[in-house]
């Protein structure tokens, strides 16, 4: 079994999306249940709490249903989980801080396989304090990088 963790700041918006996504990826390529997936934050600031109901609407208008409930990282994670993605580059430093140095090899952006923005930015932009088309955006993102992620990791030998 391979485990795979997505980690932001909140565990309500980025997170828990890009794990819905990746799940489907996995699901839809045969791989369930010899991978999984799970996400958390850096902060416990919404423990326990359901994703954003602005994120839930942009996913629902997908078909997608997130039932992920906060929870923050502990250093347990960096042992149980086997790749952990950093939704941005602020994610990907503060997690060499909350894991121990021997766990660092398994940290990743999660956008490492995508093509930079215009402004060089490999970032899942945080949508929080923004409007609707801040969590659009943030779909679309996720959407196509658990395909790229899912690409690299569990490539297909057909
Ligand atoms: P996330 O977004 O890291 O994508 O879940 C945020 C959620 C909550 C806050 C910031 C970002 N907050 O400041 O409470």
């Known amino acids: ?22 799940e489907k990826e996995i699901e839809e390529r045969g ?17 326990g709490d359901l994703p954003d109901p602005r ?11 997130l039932t992920h409930r906060a929870r923050k990282i ?6 149980e989980f086997d790749y952990i993605f950093a ?3 602020e994610i990907y430093d503060r997690l060499s801080d909350e894991l121990g140095e021997k766990y660092w090899n398994k940290i990743r ?5 995508d093509q930079p923005d215009a402004d060089g930015s490999r970032d899942v932009p945080d949508p929080y304090y923004g ?16 395909r790229l992620i899912a690409d690299r990791l569990f490539p297909c030998n057909d």
């Open 74 to 79: 502990t250093n347990r994670d960096g042992s």
């Open 109 to 113: 952006l999660f956008r490492e396989w």
């Open 1 to 22: 079994m391979k485990r795979v963790l997505f980690v932001c700041l909140g565990n309500i918006c980025r997170s828990p999306l890009a794990q819905a996504l990746f």
């Open 87 to 89: 939704m941005d580059e």
């Open 31 to 47: 791989l369930s249940p010899a991978v999984v997936a799970d996400s958390c934050g850096c902060s416990g600031w919404h423990s």
């Open 55 to 65: 994120m839930r609407t942009e996913a629902a208008r997908h078909g997608i249903d």
């Open 131 to 146: 409007g609707r088309e801040g969590f659009a955006a943030v779909y679309d993102i996720c959407e196509r990088n658990c």
